[in-house]
C-alpha cells in the first residue's frame, strides 16, 4: 500500500489528486448514468469531458450545487464535533453501556479525535453521493421517457 505523508505534498501534488479524482468522479458517474440508457460511455467520451462533466454538472445545476454544499457542511460538523458529543451523553446512559462496551469505545474516540482523515473521507463520501445521484437521476430520466412525460408539450 502506497503510503503518503501529508507534510510532504506540494501544491502540485494535490493538483494532481486532484484532477486525478475528477477525472475518475466523471468517468464513473457518466459511465454509470449513461448505461443505464444501454450506451456505452466509455466509447465516446475524452479525458477533457470526463474532467468537466461533475464541474459542469454542479455549476448548471445551481439546486444540487446547494443540496451538496448542505450536506457536506452538515456531514463536517458531526464528524468533527456532534459525533463525540452525542458519544458523551450516550456513554453515561445505562442502556447504552448494556448494548456497548465503553471501555472500548472510549480508546476508539480517543483515536477517533486525535486522527485528521476527514478530507479523505469527505472525498470518498462525496463520490458515493455524487454517483448514486447520477444514477437516481438516470433512472429518474429512463422512467420520464418511457412514459412519454419527457417530450409532452406543457401549455
Known amino acids: ?7 510532504k505534498l506540494g501544491l502540485q501534488d494535490y493538483f494532481y489528486i486532484g484532477y486525478l479524482y475528477l477525472i475518475i468522479l466523471g468517468i464513473v458517474s457518466d459511465a454509470t448514468f449513461y448505461g443505464i440508457f444501454g450506451v456505452s460511455y466509455l466509447n465516446y467520451t475524452t479525458i477533457l469531458d470526463a474532467l468537466i462533466s461533475p464541474v459542469s454538472l454542479l455549476t448548471n445545476n445551481w439546486k444540487i450545487s446547494l443540496f451538496l454544499l448542505l450536506i457536506f457542511w452538515l456531514m463536517y460538523l458531526y464528524f ?21 462496551n465503553i471501555e472500548k469505545w472510549d480508546k476508539r474516540y480517543e483515536e477517533l479525535e486525535k486522527k485528521k482523515n476527514i478530507i479523505p473521507g469527505m ?3 462525496f463520490f458515493l453521493l455524487f454517483v448514486s445521484m447520477r444514477t437516481g437521476m438516470g433512472i429518474g430520466m429512463k422512467l420520464n421517457i418511457q412514459t412519454k412525460k419527457l417530450f409532452q408539450i406543457i401549455p
Do not use: P
Open 1 to 7: 500500500m502506497i503510503n503518503i505523508q501529508e507534510s
Open 80 to 100: 468533527i464535533k456532534w459525533m463525540f458529543l452525542f458519544y458523551k451523553k450516550l456513554r453515561t446512559k445505562k442502556w447504552y453501556a448494556k448494548v456497548y
Open 123 to 125: 472525498m470518498f463520501v
